[in-house]
């Protein structure tokens, strides 16, 4: 059987129709398109990357295209705070998370920071050909499952950090929060950041009020990014480590805060808490 081009014509407005009307659809094909385009954008420039191995200006042309990408589905970003970065320096730099957009966050982020990199499950290596595109610009991967490779990849962070002047990005909470609360924050980051004595900087992104992940709506919206000032760990040993976890998040808490309202009233959006 063959399909005429009225039958195709009347699937695609039917979809159109369906996207148009039901926020459920667009969410998911939304998310979809964002996916699907990421792994297009990571994936298309490995043949360049192939060039410098290990190197992250690989991840420029990813970032550019993922940030203009995200404005297209109405995941708008305004950075602030750029004044505060020390490129002279490494550093680690924190950031709350709350959905797979984050990787928008990370590609605004990029080209301003200066030598970055990310830590990944190890996992994530061997989901080829993304995982290739990930270890072509330097990506760190980690064994969560063994003790003594974590150990050993803190110690790898920190060597980063101090001879390569490396600013390595974390997720301190570890998983995706959505609530006007952070959440508990891991000391991963924190160990890597005592155990080379580097600077921590807090980057804090204003609550997705136009994502909801349980009612499934995904609609436009305009967020901020802001660089906060960094934190100095010279002198601190593990010891320090709960009291500066605290220091740290409580800092990213009130500022996480502030932006949300004022995120609301830049979209123009009453919410109820």
């Excluded at 962070?157 to 959440?183: C, M, V, Y």
């Excluded at 580097?198 to 992940?213: E, G, M, R, T």
């Excluded at 609609?219 to 906060?228: C, P, T």
Aim: aromatic letters at 10%; proline letters at 4%; glycine letters at 6%.
């Amino acid at each position: 059987m063959t399909t005429s081009n009225g039958e195709l014509l009347g699937l695609a407005f039917m979809a159109f129709f369906i996207i148009t009307l039901s926020s459920t659809a667009r969410y998911y094909f939304k998310f979809f398109c964002f996916i699907a385009f990421s792994v297009v954008c990571a994936v298309g420039p490995v043949p360049l990357m192939l060039l410098r191995p290990r190197d992250y200006r690989n991840a420029l042309i990813p970032a550019y295209l993922c940030v203009g990408f995200g404005k297209m589905l109405g995941a708008s970003f305004t950075v602030r705070g750029k004044e505060n970065i020390q490129r002279n320096h490494g550093g680690v730099v924190l950031m709350n998370h709350q959905s797979a957009l984050d990787l928008i966050v990370l590609a605004e982020l990029w080209p301003i920071m200066g030598r970055s990199t990310v830590v990944a499950k190890k996992e994530v290596l061997y989901m080829f050909p993304f995982g290739m595109a990930c270890w072509l610009w330097g990506t760190l991967f980690i064994d969560r499952q063994n003790r003594d490779s974590a150990k050993s990849v803190i110690n790898k962070e920190a060597k980063a950090i101090n001879e390569k002047q490396a600013k390595l990005l974390f997720f301190p909470e570890g998983t995706r929060g959505n609530g006007d609360k952070l959440l508990p924050f891991k000391k991963g980051s924190f160990h890597v950041a005592v155990e080379s004595q580097a600077f921590i900087q807090p980057v804090v992104i204003s609550k997705y009020h136009f994502l909801k992940s349980k009612a499934k709506i995904f609609n436009r919206g305009q967020n901020i990014i802001k660089i906060l000032p960094e934190v100095p760990c010279a002198g601190l040993t593990k010891d320090d480590i709960p009291e500066l976890m605290e220091r740290v998040q409580k800092m990213m808490q009130k500022e996480y805060e502030l932006l949300s309202e004022e995120s609301l009233s830049i979209n123009n959006i009453s919410e109820m808490h």
